[in-house]
């Protein structure tokens, strides 16, 4: 079983109100929030306005300047946690530009700070995020299949079945598969 691959227009709605509710508590206009990540006003009103998905990489700037890890961005609910989360309630979220999916196997929740991700990169894939969403974050990445380079904090780790790295990110870092094999891991960060 899967978890719910969210529709691309419902999905893009939660984030709009997301980062528009997240903007406005910190009085900051879109010239403002463009500043801090680096994405046009325009991308980012057209983001607000759930006329366009973000990618990834948009994802990781945004969250860095909201001091969110992308899944407290995306999924972050709203009171406390069910304590089972069950395959089918496990939201499931593809970047349009890259095809890369995460699932959270376990949603963020308010009183909770540890979250845990199944990710899938396509075979050719690289992602780079340019900094850390919060300075410090604890990060376990396990792999499942494939093979991925990973860096970060100034170190390249090749990673395989059965591989796991630990890391505390303070700064930028980058995911990246071969162009004939892709890669599947979890990733828990706490």
């Known amino acids: 079983m899967e978890g719910q ?5 419902a999905i893009d709605q939660q984030i709009a109100r997301r980062v528009k509710a997240l903007r406005s508590e910190r009085g900051w206009s879109l ?26 990489a948009v994802l990781g700037r945004l969250s860095t300047a909201f001091g969110l890890t992308p899944s407290r961005l995306m999924y972050l609910a709203e009171g406390g946690f069910s304590p089972v989360v069950r395959d089918a309630d496990q939201p499931v979220w593809t970047d349009p530009e890259t095809g890369f999916r995460r699932r959270q196997v376990s949603p963020p929740a308010p009183d909770l700070a540890g979250e845990v991700l199944e990710c899938t990169l396509p075979p050719g894939t690289r992602i780079a995020y340019t900094r850390a969403p919060r300075p410090g974050l604890e990060h376990h990445l396990v792999m499942l299949e494939g093979r991925l380079t990973h860096t970060a904090e100034g170190r390249t780790c090749e990673l395989g079945p059965g591989d796991c790295l630990r890391y505390r990110l303070f ?14 891991y979890i990733l828990f960060v706490v």
């Open 171 to 184: 700064e930028s870092s980058l995911f990246q598969t071969p162009a004939d094999v892709g890669a599947r």
């Open 31 to 56: 010239d403002a929030l463009a500043q801090r990540t680096g994405v046009s006003r325009a991308t980012l009103s057209r983001l607000e306005n759930a006329e366009v998905s973000p990618t990834a």
């Open 5 to 9: 691959a969210l529709d691309t227009s």
